[in-house]
Structure formats: C-alpha cells, structure tokens
C-alpha cells in the first residue's frame, strides 16, 4: 500500500487502505478513534487507558483488551489476531524527502494478568487517526461499530461525509478491500457476496447508503458507479436504538473497568443502572475509580456494600467546595477528606 503525501495517508489508512480488515481489526482502529478524540479535547480517559510518548514522538497507547470487543464477546484470542495483523500490515510512504514503510500500529503487547493492550503508534499514523477523528463524531464511529460486516463499514466510511456520486473499476475495489486474488475472473460474485450485502445492511442501519449500476466492457463488468444517498429516517432510528442501548447499557457512560469494579463492590447490573445519574455526575467531578478504591475495605465490611458506596459518594459530592474537576493526584486536604467518608467519621 503506497501513500504519496501527508494529505492522502489519512484517507489511505482510515478509509481507503488496500486491505481485507477483520471486524475485529476495525473496532481496534474505532477505539483508536475515539481515544484520540478524547485526548484532542483534554478528556480525561477512563480507567486503564494511558497515552504517552517516545523520544521520537511515537504514541504508546494502553487499553483495555475487553474495549476492543462488542457487547458480550470475551473472545481474547480474536482481538490477539487482529493485533498481529495490524502489525503486519504497513504503508509505503514517500514524498519528495524520503521513502519509508509505516507500519499501522507496533509493539503490540498484551498483559496477561491485567488484560490490558500496549501498542504503539507512528507520527503519520497518529496524524492520520487525528484528522480522522475531526471529521466524524462519536456518533458515527458508534454507528460505524454496529455493524457486522466489514464491508458495511468501509462503505460507511467512504460515503458518510461524501454523498458524490464515485466510478470504481472494479479491480481498484477489490484491491482497496484486500480482495485482489479473490472471485478472479468472477466479478458477480464480487457484486453478490461484497457489495450486496453491505448494501443490505446500510439499508437497514445506517442514515448512507448507496445504489449502484454495472458498467460492462463488451460482456464483461469493468466498473461500478456508486450513488450515495441519505437516509433520514435512518438517522433518527439509528440515534433512537443508541439512546436504547445507552439506557439498557451502562457502558455508553461508562468504562467496562469502572463497572467490573462496581460489580466487585455489590453492585448487580441492575444496581449500577439504577443509580448511573450519580455514576455519570461523579465520574465527571471526581476520579471516580480512585474514590472507589480509596472506600473499597470499608465497603466490603458494610452490611450493605453498594449502599455504603451510593451514601459515600452522595456525601463527598454535596460537600465539594468547588465544581473543578478532581486532578487524579490530589492534594493531601482532598485525601483526608476522602479517608474521612471512608472510616465513617464526619467532617
């Protein structure tokens, strides 16, 4: 995969990349995504995620391994896969200083007895996932994830922010999906198996889709016109079911860390959604997950641990005396304050 220049990286790396991606290499690529949008805004990330930097500016990234899986999936090997393939892939860069190859993501690490991922990061890569993140919002990247086929994806990417009417060989898409060796001399398939189905399924999900007409040199296919269009009704269904599925899921608001931990303390998954308006309130005022911990033994003691953690936390909250957020390391007058509600005692 070649990329000629800083300005086309981004569109070769996110959206056009010559590449066969699994379902699980893309949802690592969203969650990159969604990190660097974090980060561009001065979010503070969740529990377990870090970003850092090497002396020569790459991104050394820390995620845990269960964010780069859908709902209910505990397939670890699967997101590992991915992982290595990732790895492998890499762009041949070149402008008018010098050649390189980029590989998408490097280092990849996985750590077994916290299940946390480290990869790292190259400059232009990073830039690329920036520019990225600018141009869709956490919308779109939720609505990008949903979908199960691959393809789907791609195509959602090419014609959310485009609805130009676009004329591909045939043989450039399926070498920019990473299909070039497959359905050889067999461009129907190509149309029945591919393109079809992610029709189908935008169709159905997604506020972009697409109609497209066969061009033929002689008998046989050569190219296809593609014509985005836009799909309001979708757009309202498909916000309506992500406000559905952040009502019954917790984990829109937040981190499946930040709930495993909730759930250690008491909490069913009932008990975190009953009470996730003070979860939200408090995660966004406070470091929420040190909070936790900081009471978690005396807790643990309590007759009723998730009440004591809702009475606690209802307590610090009314008694802040200001509305900044809560740095992570606090100062030593907020410590005492939070080991005060911990050991009961009244301030």
């Not at 690490?109 to 916290?114: A, I, L, N």
């Amino acid at each position: 995969m070649k990329a000629n220049s800083k300005e086309v990286i981004q569109g070769y790396v996110l959206t056009a990349a010559k590449y066969d991606f699994s379902r699980y290499e893309k949802l690592i690529m969203y969650k990159m995504v969604e990190i660097a949008q974090d980060d561009l805004k001065g979010k503070k990330l969740g529990p377990g995620y870090s970003i850092n930097q090497t002396l020569f500016n790459d991104k050394i990234l820390e995620i845990p391994i269960k964010d780069f899986l859908p709902e209910g999936d505990k397939n670890h090997a699967q997101v590992k896969k991915a992982l290595t393939s990732l790895r492998n892939k890499t762009i041949e860069y070149e402008d008018d200083k010098e050649w390189r190859l980029i590989g998408i993501i490097e280092k990849p690490v996985v750590e077994k007895y916290s299940d946390k991922v480290v990869f790292e990061v190259q400059p232009l890569i990073w830039q690329a996932i920036l520019n990225f993140s600018k141009g869709h919002t956490r919308y779109e990247l939720n609505a990008a994830m949903n979908f199960k086929s691959v393809y789907a994806m791609r195509f959602y990417e090419m014609f959310s922010k485009n609805l130009k009417p676009l004329t591909l060989h045939i043989d450039t898409l399926k070498e920019r999906f990473g299909l070039k060796d497959k359905y050889t001399n067999r461009p129907a398939d190509f149309i029945k198996r591919v393109i079809t189905p992610a029709k189908k399924e935008l169709d159905l999900k997604s506020e972009f889709s697409f109609n497209y007409s066969i061009h033929k040199d002689g008998r046989q296919i050569s190219s296809i016109k593609f014509v985005p269009y836009h799909i309001p009704a979708n757009k309202n269904a498909e916000r309506e079911a992500l406000d559905l599925q952040k009502r019954v899921s917790p984990r829109f608001d937040l981190s499946k860390e930040l709930i495993g931990f909730l759930n250690d303390m008491g909490f069913t998954n009932d008990g975190v959604k009953n009470n996730l308006k003070l979860f939200k309130k408090a995660n966004t005022e406070i470091d929420l997950y040190m909070f936790l911990k900081k009471i978690s033994r005396q807790a643990s003691g309590a007759k009723n641990p998730a009440a004591y953690v809702v009475g606690s936390l209802k307590k610090y909250l009314n008694n802040k005396q200001d509305d900044k957020p809560v740095n992570p390391k606090m100062s030593k007058d907020i410590d005492n304050l939070l080991d005060s509600f911990a050991s009961g005692k009244s301030v």
